[in-house]
């Protein structure tokens, strides 16, 4: 089972950029399929963005796309989340998630292995 640590979180102002990291450990993270979701105050985790294991097939929430790009570094054990022009909708705990197979857009999907969160805050 691989292990995931996601940091570069922080407090950005609105229009502004953070890139988000995850680090995977073990030997077999070019067998998972990655992805980011999050989960604002109040609501349900949400999908932001999936990658596949060879990192061709990307998938974006509508509210990121556009802003947000997800990429990965097989070499590295590395998945990436860069979020441009931030709003402040786009405050929460983001998380980064592992799954065999192909990549999906659906939380439960995801239940390989899950990341301890990191918090990203917009302010207008």
């Known amino acids: 089972q691989v292990q995931l640590v996601e940091s570069g979180g922080g407090l950005v102002q609105a229009g502004g950029s953070l890139r988000l990291s995850c680090a995977a450990s073990?030997?077999?993270?070019?067998?998972?399929?990655m992805g980011w979701f999050r989960q604002a105050p109040g609501k349900e985790r949400e999908f932001v963005s999936t990658i596949s294991r060879g990192g061709v097939n990307r998938y974006y929430a509508d509210s990121v796309k556009g802003r947000f790009t997800i990429s990965r570094d097989n070499a590295k054990n590395m998945v990436y989340l860069q979020m441009n022009n931030l709003k402040p909708e786009d405050t929460a705990v983001y998380y980064c998630?592992?799954?065999?197979?192909?990549?999906?857009?659906?939380?439960?999907?995801?239940?390989?292995?899950w990341g301890q969160g990191t918090q990203v805050t917009v302010s207008s």
């Open positions: 998630a592992a799954k065999k197979g192909a990549a999906t857009v659906v939380v439960d999907d995801f239940s390989e292995s």
């Open positions: 073990g030997r077999t993270f070019s067998t998972y399929a």
